[in-house]
């Protein structure tokens, strides 16, 4: 019985030793397939636990060798992974960040953020991107810029100020290219081109002396104001700028007529409003699109804008003597006052002088000082038979401006040896504005003129922009001759 007892602890002796020996063989086994150099990407090769532990254990093979123990060095054991899972544990993709080869400018476009959707993939839109971004297109939207640089610090202070998408400040390039003096064929005026019959609730006036239309300040007021009130009306912002090339009428109906739908895609797709107004909606996108990340495309746009000062002002004054008296380009006097019809204020005392906010003080000084004479006149003394009527005719100018800088004066009661003050510094501010002075009849620069009915030296001078002076000594006159219809005279051609 001992005996027999014996043999069973025996046998049961050699069975453990037997499975330890096959453990430690498994351990050696799963050791050796570490990689020493790259213990990560190995682990990334081995299966995960959650499926070892559903797969059967393979038998060691009979013929392995068991290792020895002693020479065996354990692995250290891996620190513990997190148990977040992947999704989670990972940052968001910037794919704004990725390098060209790994994503498109097209891909890094459309994963930028927009405060108006873009129609991606829209065939109009996508068109129109491609020119823009073709040299052409590059060329124009470069060059435009540089016009805009004088006004984008003011417009995209309002866009701010108004809290409306930053991609409106970029309308102007499809409106008029920045320029404040550009005129539609329909007539509509400035960099943000109001009709006349659009100004009305905006804040903007139209007078012999002003059209506020081409006031950059006032019409960039006018033009959020406008476009908010669009957005509030068709509670869409692609409709909104619709409405602002269209008319909030016409879109009103198209809305109505797809049965309130307030989608403008939709509203596109089914020619509800005319051509104009459809295509100005993608091709306005599409630039916007391309301005608002002008880096990606690689456009480097002007990076100094100017800022600018509105003063106000209680006397007349002649921009040209202002320019002068302060060392301001006159050309930067004008862009920025564009508004007026010469280069002379309005004779009442509301009007606000735009500078460069870096020149604020020195004009300001210019301004407080009652002997600097800032308006050019001319003093005349009326004679038997003169009327103002004949005297504004003389001079090129109107009965109410004399009116107007000359306080307390009748026009139906002239006494003779009385002096009046007549403006001279009426010239045109700008060629394409001289139309309000000279009933739409725009003159081109010439070296010659034929008199005709109703013309003065001071009219022909308004018209060539020169003076009455000049025109004078040119042709061996005085600055009172007599003109005969036919006449002809030397007018100095401009520079």
């Known amino acids: 019985m001992t005996r027999k007892r014996s043999l069973c602890m025996l046998a049961s002796l050699c069975i453990a030793v037997s499975l330890i020996s096959a453990t430690e063989a498994e351990g050696a086994f799963h050791i050796s397939a570490v990689s020493p150099e790259g213990s990560s990407s190995a682990l990334s090769e081995t299966p995960s636990s959650s499926s070892a532990a559903h797969a059967p254990l393979a038998p060691a093979p009979a013929s392995q060798a068991v290792p ?18 992947l999704e989670e544990s990972q940052e968001p993709i910037d ?62 202070s309002k866009v701010a100020e108004y809290h409306v998408p930053q991609e409106l400040a ?28 659009s100004i009305n609730g905006y804040g903007l006036t139209i007078t012999e002396w002003v059209d506020e239309r081409r006031d950059f300040m006032k019409s960039t007021d006018a033009a959020m104001k406008k476009l908010i ?28 007529a797809a049965g309130g739908d307030t989608d403008f895609w939709n509203i596109y797709d089914k020619g509800l409003v005319s051509k104009q107004a459809l295509d100005y909606v993608p091709k306005f996108l599409a630039v916007a699109s391309i301005l608002r990340y002008p ?10 804008q100017l800022k600018w000062k509105a003063i106000p002002l209680d006397r007349q004054v002649d921009l040209k003597l202002l320019a002068s008296k302060a060392e301001i380009p006159l050309d930067t006097l004008k862009l920025g006052n564009a508004e007026l019809h010469y280069t002379i204020t309005p004779p009442d005392n509301s009007h606000l002088l735009k500078v460069p906010a870096e020149k604020s003080d020195q004009v300001k000084a210019i301004l407080s000082d009652p002997n600097a004479p800032l308006v050019r006149y001319d003093i005349y003394k009326v004679k038997q038979g003169d009327t103002l009527t004949a005297i504004a005719r ?21 006494k003779i040896g009385q002096t009046l003050m007549i403006p001279l510094s009426l010239q045109p501010l700008h060629p394409s504005t001289s139309s309000s002075a000279n009933n739409g009849t725009a003159l081109a620069p010439s070296t010659s003129h034929i008199v005709q009915k109703g ?41």
Do not use: C
């Open 394 to 414: 003389h001079y090129g100018v109107s009965i109410s401006m004399i009116a107007k800088v000359n306080p307390g004066l009748n026009p139906d009661r002239l």
């Open 455 to 495: 013309d003065t030296l001071y009219s022909i001078a308004r018209r060539y922009s020169t003076t009455a002076q000049k025109i004078a000594s040119l042709n061996g006159i005085s600055i009172n001759s007599v003109l005969r219809i036919g006449q002809k005279l030397k007018v100095p051609a401009q520079p």
């Open 295 to 304: 880096d990606l495309y690689g456009l480097a746009l002007p990076s100094q």
């Open 170 to 197: 970029f309308l102007p390039v499809i409106e008029s290219a920045f320029s404040p003096f550009a005129v539609s064929r329909s007539g509509a005026t400035g960099i943000w081109q109001f009709m006349k019959n």
């Open 68 to 85: 020895d123990s002693a020479s065996v060095v354990p692995p250290e054991a891996p620190e513990e992974l997190p148990s977040t899972p």
């Open 229 to 256: 009130d669009n957005y509030n009306d068709l509670k869409d912002w692609a409709l909104a700028i619709a409405a602002y090339n269209a008319g909030l009428g016409a879109l009103r109906r198209a809305v109505n």
């Open 95 to 156: 794919l704004s960040q990725l390098a060209p080869e790994e994503l498109s400018i097209d891909e890094q476009a459309k994963s930028l953020q927009y405060d108006i959707p873009m129609p991606w993939g829209h065939e109009l839109f996508e068109k129109y991107r491609q020119y823009y971004l073709s040299d052409e297109g590059r060329k124009i939207l470069l060059s435009t810029m540089e016009k805009a640089a004088p006004f984008m610090d003011y417009i995209e």
